[in-house]
Nanobody, 126 residues
Framework: QVQLVESGGGLVQAGGSLRLSCAVSGRSFSWYGMAWFRQAPGKEREFVAAISWNGGMTHYADSVKGRFTISRDNAKNTVYLQMNSLKPEDTAVYYC???????????????????WGQGTQVTVSS
């Protein structure tokens, strides 16, 4: 059974940084694309960033481009999201997700991802 566990969320002041981690268990995820999404209260889940199976391709939402960096360590079955220059509008629950088919392109549509974590809260105060 595939499980994803996010960590690293918390409360930070505007302009600060956080690094989220997502550990995958139950399978090797080396061949699968992964992504981060977020959902703020009263809003739909939105795409944040995605990374290809080998880390060679990344894709970001315009709202986080230049501030957030997605990376992965396949040896540790972990994907990261480094978040810098945080803004109050970044406040949300952040979810990681993984595809179930190997060697696919990366996507910003959540329907392309088959396994999800429970989320970690990020709160940015002004």
């Amino acid at each position: 059974q595939v499980q994803l566990v996010e960590s690293g969320g918390g409360l930070v002041q505007a302009g600060g940084s956080l690094r989220l981690s997502c550990a995958v268990s139950g399978r090797s995820f080396s061949w699968y694309g992964m992504a981060w999404f977020r959902q703020a209260p009263g809003k739909e889940r939105e795409f944040v960033a995605a990374i290809s199976w080998n880390g060679g391709m990344t894709h970001y939402a315009d709202s986080v481009k230049g501030r957030f960096t997605i990376s992965r360590d396949n040896a540790k079955n972990t994907v990261y999201l480094q978040m810098n220059s945080l803004k109050p509008e970044d406040t949300a629950v952040y979810y990681c997700a993984v595809q179930s088919k190997p060697f696919r392109a990366i996507y910003s549509d959540p329907v392309e991802y088959d396994y999800w974590g429970q989320g970690t809260q990020v709160t940015v105060s002004s």
